[in-house]
């Protein structure tokens, strides 16, 4: 499977972004997905991660209830949603699969990654 992650931009501080995580090569429905960033000269990082189904989300402290992660397995695709961004949110933004159905806040857990989308948060 590929993974292809779109959406990333530039953005004035409290406006939004949606970032896409799109699937190929073979269905996501079955497996637990999560999004992860990395800004320079910081170690990459845990943002969200989501269940098979959609039912079960966790997130990192730093962005809980400004984003919001969802998927649409008809459209194989993971979203995350991210509102009231800040300049600390800018980095590279990196969407994972996991080989089992639950999402997981450790990176090694991740066996397959998209390229990585920009974010950039100017104040």
């Known amino acids: 499977v590929q993974l292809q992650a779109s959406g990333g931009g530039l953005v004035q501080a409290g406006g939004s972004l949606r970032l896409s995580c799109t699937a190929s090569?073979?269905?996501?429905?079955?497996?637990?997905m999560g999004w992860f960033r990395q800004a320079p000269r910081k170690e990459r990082e845990f943002v969200a991660s989501?269940?098979?189904?959609?039912?079960?989300?966790i997130y990192a402290d730093s962005v809980k209830g400004r984003f919001t992660i969802s998927r649409d397995n008809v459209e194989n695709t993971v979203y995350l949603q991210m509102n009231s961004l800040k300049p600390e949110d800018t980095a590279v933004y990196y969407c994972?699969?996991?080989?089992?159905?639950?999402?997981?806040?450790?990176?090694?857990?991740?066996?397959?990654w998209g390229q990585g989308t920009q974010v950039t948060v100017s104040s």
């Open positions: 090569g073979r269905a996501l429905g079955t497996y637990g």
């Open positions: 989501i269940n098979w189904v959609g039912d079960n989300t």
């Open positions: 994972g699969k996991r080989a089992t159905s639950w999402g997981s806040l450790r990176e090694s857990d991740y066996e397959t």
